[in-house]
């Protein structure tokens, strides 16, 4: 059983169409990793798979259940099953840490609040950040708020986990700290589709990884394919591109 499928999916912005026909299919505890040029439509791809922007065509399956993108339902369940962390980590200021990682498992999943409870703090110590529990966002730093927002997504107890260049908006030297936790992760067998530019990272985590390119995979394969022997021109421009870096 895949764990999700994407069949022919396209979405447009206006006249410009951004995905132009993807397919992809993500196995349980599998780790796609998307790469590929800024505008290339990655982060259109999570965003249209969690309901956040409309597809035009083509299907998405989570466990073999296609998503019906018109029901707010079939939305919902959706983002029951998956969760996703982008480059801005987005806490609510307002509330402490452990508030964040809480809110929605009790408000929105009208789980056990003292069950929560344990899990969240089970969750900050996985990503060393249990000591900071009742501090406030403003009051950590980039990495330490992105590790905030992996541990909230994993409250929601998600089967996929959707990561947007969750390192990008971060200074180099808490670049290791996040990708630490999402090491870590990747070992306990959740699935992943990640996006970054972090291409050590990607070779080293990664199952399988997709090169995109207007709007299409044009190239899949595992790490060792895409990092050693691209097959296609764009791909090798782009490895040889990051190398410079
Ligand atoms: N809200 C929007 N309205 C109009 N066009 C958009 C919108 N969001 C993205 N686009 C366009 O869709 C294309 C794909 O954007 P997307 O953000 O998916 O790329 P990306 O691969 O994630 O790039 P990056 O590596 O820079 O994050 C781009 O050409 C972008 O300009
Ligand atoms: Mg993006």
């Known amino acids: 059983m895949s764990?999700?499928?994407?069949?022919e999916l396209k979405c447009s912005y206006g006249e410009h169409r951004v995905l132009n026909g993807i397919n992809l299919t993500v196995k349980p505890g599998e780790i796609v990793s998307l790469i590929g040029g800024s505008g290339s439509g990655k982060s259109t791809l999570l965003r249209v798979i969690m309901g956040l922007t409309r597809p035009e065509?083509?299907?998405v399956r989570v466990q073999n259940n296609e998503v019906d993108y018109d029901s707010m339902s079939s939305v919902s369940e959706i983002r029951e099953k998956v969760a996703i962390v982008f480059q801005q980590y987005n806490l609510f200021?307002?509330?402490s840490v452990l508030e964040n990682v809480m809110v929605t498992p009790v408000k929105v999943q009208k789980r056990d609040r003292k069950v929560v409870l344990e899990?969240?703090?089970a969750l900050l110590d996985k990503v060393g950040m249990r000591h900071k529990a009742e501090a406030y966002p403003a009051s950590?730093?980039?990495g330490q708020q992105q590790r905030v927002?992996?541990?909230?997504?994993l409250a929601l107890k998600p089967q996929i986990l959707?990561?947007?260049e969750v390192t990008s908006a971060l200074d180099p030297e808490l670049v290791s700290e996040v990708l630490n936790t999402v090491r870590q992760l990747s070992r306990e067998g959740i699935t992943m589709i990640l996006v970054s530019h972090e291409m050590r990272f990607v070779r080293e985590v990664s199952h399988k990884v997709a090169m995109m390119d207007q709007g299409k995979i044009i190239e899949f394969g595992t790490p060792e394919e895409i990092f050693t022997a691209p097959r296609h021109q764009r791909t090798q421009d782009f490895m040889n591109r990051i190398a410079w870096h």
């Open 93 to 95: 200021q307002n509330m």
């Open 140 to 142: 950590l730093s980039g």
């Open 119 to 121: 899990e969240a703090m």
């Open 162 to 164: 959707l990561l947007d």
């Open 57 to 59: 065509g083509g299907a």
């Open 3 to 7: 764990q999700l499928e994407i069949v």
């Open 149 to 153: 927002a992996i541990s909230r997504a």
